[in-house]
C-alpha cells in the first residue's frame, strides 16, 4: 500500500515536472525521488501518462477507449502488496462512485488542450481514483492499434519511458535518435549550430560514440561514422582535435570513445590511432603525473583533465593497448595526493584549493579503477563523503553538472557498493530536464548544465546518453 509519508512529495510531483518548484522545493523532493521506489514509480508513471494526453483526441474519447481501461483492470495479476487497490478499482468501476469517476477522467481528457499543464491533469484525474489507486491506474500506456497494456518494469528505476508506436524508448535511446537524426555526413556534430562553441566537435563526437556504443542496436553505422571521424582527426603527433584551451578534453575524451569502439568494432586504422593517441598522453603527463589543458607537459594540471586522460588510459588498457600502466600509476599517484582529509578533492589538484564535488567524483572514479586496494580503499571514502555531503551542497553541483553524473554512473560501475541514491540524483536531475516532445525531443538543453555553452545542446545530450547507467 501507499507509505503515507510520501503524501506530501507526492503532492509536489505536478509542479515538479512543470518546472514549477524553487530550486529550495526541487532539491527537497529529488532527494526522496533518488532512494523511493514508490516515489520513483509514480513519477515515471505520471510522465509516461503525458503521452497518453498527446494522442488522438477521438480515440482517447472514445468508449471503446473507456471499456479499455477496466478491462485492463480486470486482466491484472494481483501483484504483491497490490490486492486491496486492484480491489478498490474494480469496485469503483461498477460504483455510482466509479461511474461519475469515468466521466471526470474523460472530462480531464477533454481539457487536456488547454492552458492547464499535463502533469496536473494527470495528477487531478488520478487523484479522483482515491490515493490508494492512483498508482495503478496510471501504470497503463495507450497503444493506438492494441489498447491498453501493462507498463512492464514500473518501479524498477527512476526514469521515464516515452512510449511511440509498440515501441518504447528509454531517456537514453531518446537521446541517441537524437544525436542520430543530426549526425553530420562526415561522422561529427556542429557544435556551433546546437549552440557550443568551434573547436570541441572532437569531444562532442566522442562522447556521442560512447553513447551509440553503451545503446548498442541499432546505432552501429552511427558509431562506426563517429569513430572514422575520430581517427581523421589525428594529426602526426597523435592529438585527436584542434590545439587549444580544450585541446586535452578533445583528446581524452576521443582517446576513451576510440577505446571502447576499439572492443566491439572493427575498423581499419583504429588500433593504430589509439595507440598513437596513448602516447600522446604519455608524453604530454606534466611531471606531477596531472595534466593541463594545452598538452603540454610544463603546464599546471588539474583534477577535471587529468581525470579524462586516466579514464582514456583506463579504457585502452581494458582494450589490450599497450605503454598505459606507466602513465596510469603516475596519473593515480596525482589524484591521491590531491585528496584532502575530508576525503574531498579541489579542482587544481591542490589540497588547499576550492573543492567542488564534481571534482571528488572524479577523483573517486580514477581511483577505483587501480588494482592498489589501498587507492581503491580511498575511492571508495571519498564516494561516502559525497553521499554525506550536505543536501544544498550536493544537489547544486549535481542539478547542473554533466560531470558529476557522468562519473558517478562511471564509478558505480567499479564499484558495487557505490550508493545507488548518490548516483540516480545527478542522473535523475538530467532526464528530469530532457526535452519531452517536440523537434528536440529527446535532447538536453545546454542552458540548463554547466558548461552546456562549450558544446551546445549536442554536447549536453551526448553527455547525458554517456552517463545514464545501463541498468535505468
Not at 64 to 76: L, V
Not at 88 to 109: C, H, I, M, P, Y
Not at 189 to 210: C, D, R
Not at 399 to 423: G, R
Request: glycine share 8%; proline share 3%.
Amino acid at each position: 500500500m501507499t507509505d503515507r509519508t510520501n503524501d506530501r512529495f507526492i503532492e509536489r510531483i505536478p509542479a515538479y515536472l512543470n518546472g514549477e518548484l524553487s530550486d529550495d522545493e526541487r532539491r527537497e523532493l529529488e532527494t526522496p525521488l533518488a532512494s523511493s521506489e514508490e516515489l520513483a514509480a509514480y513519477l515515471d508513471a505520471v510522465r509516461s501518462s503525458m503521452e497518453m494526453l498527446e494522442s488522438d483526441k477521438s480515440t482517447a474519447a472514445s468508449s471503446d477507449f473507456k471499456d479499455r481501461i477496466f478491462a485492463a483492470i480486470d486482466n491484472m495479476d494481483p501483484a504483491e502488496g497490490m490486492e486491496e487497490v486492484i480491489e478498490k478499482l474494480k469496485a469503483d468501476r461498477d460504483s455510482r462512485t466509479g461511474a461519475n469517476f469515468k466521466e471526470k477522467v474523460f472530462a480531464e481528457l477533454e481539457r487536456r488542450e488547454s492552458n492547464v499543464g499535463r502533469a496536473n491533469v494527470i495528477h487531478t484525474v488520478f487523484k479522483f481514483a482515491a490515493a490508494a489507486a492512483a498508482a495503478v491506474i496510471i501504470i497503463f500506456t495507450v497503444n493506438s492499434d492494441k489498447g491498453l497494456t501493462p507498463k512492464p518494469g514500473i518501479g524498477t528505476n527512476n526514469y521515464a519511458t516515452v512510449q511511440k508506436g509498440e515501441a518504447e524508448f528509454s531517456p537514453r535511446t531518446l537521446a541517441c535518435l537524437w544525436l542520430k537524426e543530426r549526425q553530420d555526413d562526415d561522422g561529427s556534430w556542429n557544435v556551433q549550430k546546437f549552440g557550443g562553441k568551434k573547436g570541441n566537435e572532437t569531444a562532442v563526437t566522442g562522447l556521442a560514440l560512447i553513447a551509440f556504443l553503451k545503446e548498442g542496436k541499432g546505432f552501429e553505422a552511427e558509431a562506426r561514422k563517429a569513430a572514422q571521424y575520430l581517427i581523421n582527426q589525428q594529426d602526426k603527433s597523435g592529438r585527436i582535435g584542434k590545439p587549444g584551451v580544450t585541446a586535452m578534453y578533445n583528446h581524452g575524451i576521443a582517446t576513451t570513445a576510440m577505446a571502447e569502439a576499439k572492443k566491439s568494432l572493427r575498423i581499419e586504422g583504429l588500433d593504430k590511432a589509439l595507440d598513437k593517441a596513448v602516447a600522446f598522453i604519455s608524453a604530454s603527463q606534466t611531471g606531477t603525473g596531472g595534466w593541463g589543458y594545452r598538452g603540454a607537459n610544463s603546464e599546471k594540471a588539474n583534477t577535471a583533465v587529468t581525470a579524462w586522460q586516466i579514464q582514456a588510459l583506463n579504457q585502452a588498457k581494458l582494450s589490450g593497448t599497450e605503454g598505459c600502466a606507466e602513465p596510469l600509476d603516475k596519473g593515480l599517484a596525482y589524484i591521491r595526493s590531491s585528496v584532502r582529509e575530508d576525503n574531498t578533492i579541489a579542482y587544481t589538484g591542490e589540497t588547499a584549493g576550492v573543492k567542488r564535488e564534481s571534482m571528488s567524483a572524479m577523483g573517486a572514479f580514477c581511483l577505483l579503477t587501480s588494482d592498489d586496494s589501498g587507492l581503491r580503499s580511498k575511492g571508495s571514502n571519498i564516494l561516502a563523503a559525497l553521499a554525506r555531503a550536505p543536501e544544498k551542497s550536493m544537489s547544486k553541483a549535481s542539478m547542473a553538472d554533466p560531470y558529476m553524473a557522468y562519473f558517478l554512473s562511471q564509478a558505480k560501475n567499479e564499484s558495487a557498493s557505490a550508493s545507488s541514491a548518490l548516483v540516480n540524483v545527478p542522473a535523475l536531475s538530467m532526464s528530469r530536464m530532457q526535452v519531452a516532445v517536440g523537434p528536440e525531443k529527446g535532447s538536453l538543453p545546454h542552458e540548463t548544465t554547466a558548461w552546456g555553452s562549450v558544446g551546445g545542446r549536442a554536447y549536453t545530450t551526448a553527455m547525458m546518453a554517456a552517463s545514464l547507467p545501463d541498468h535505468l
